[in-house]
């Protein structure tokens, strides 16, 4: 599972060393077509710099959002994407899938 | 995540340890596992534990339901290798596309005409005889590894190390009839022939390659398909 990961968890490593707030996006869970298999990683840093993927491009917006937000109040957050979701036409999976993101802070 | 957790983990990835990290997606508490060692502040029930195993043993990442909510377990499983035998010119591009694809690239050739920093820059080259090579690399099921020297005293004493390890994928450069050639001198050194049909041989794809690059991306296309063939079926079915 590793490999593509280690890139992701080293820049975090690295923004966490120049002393930068940084939060982490994993895909816990999927269901049907997902672009991005359980495992895979997104970082982010405080400006909203980021590295990896979640899904396809679709919903990185509103995970990097997130992302921002714990990084602010240290709270975790598990997020749903699909096609029934709410905010569908917003950030809805285009493949019609449905997946599942952990989004925490590195402390 | 804590931060330590994050280094624990990479640390691992690089020096070939698996480990795991469990996560309680509820309330985010963790615990960070490997070989004995155990950290963090998640507690692990025996069913827990044995999930655990599960998923290291299968190289997948999984979800489980616990009284407490539902815990994520994530693998660190070591970093895939490619082992590249012969440093011809299919090599180049093979070696930066494995690298490209995730792999720690080692090329290895005992003729340093071929095996050199300039041909191979940001590499690791072996410049000692294959067999020697191998044996101190230790192929092993995270491992990939590919002939190309299309020389029999390169690559056959290459092949007979990889034969007789895990590696999830072998591949020997070469037509049908060097194929064929090659296997019969491997039986000679004891090999059946269940164990030769581990070789892909003619190596890679048939996608009609012919340029160096292109017979690269046909190798990198096979050893991708052997090494998720399976578990991508099943995530599809999921």
Redesign the interface.
Known sequence: ??????EI??Q??DW?ALGKGVA?A?V????G?SPR???AKLALEQEGAFIGSVSGGCVEGAVIEEGLKAIADG??R?LSFGVSNDRAWEVGLACGGKI?V?V?R?? | ???GF??K??AA??EGRPAVLA?N????LQTFIEATETAGDLTLDAAALQAIRKAVTE?????IETADG?V?I???????RCVIVGAVHIAQPLARMAAL???LVTVVDPRTAFASDARFPDVVLSTDWPDEAMEKLKPNRRTAVVTLTHDPKLDDPALSVALRSDAFYIGALGSKKTHAARCKRLQALGFNEEELARIHGPVGLDIGAISPAEIAIAIMAQITQVLRAEPQSD??A?
């Open positions: 599972m590793m490999g593509d990961n280690e968890l080293q975090a490593a966490r982490l994993t816990v869970s999927t269901w077509s298999p359980v495992g709270k975790p598990l599942q952990f925490e590195v402390e | 995540m804590k931060l994050l280094q983990a990479l990835s690089r996560t997606l509820t309330n985010g190289d997948r990442n999984a979800t539902p994520f994530e693998v660190f499983n070591p970093r895939l694809t995730g792999y995530r599809e999921a």
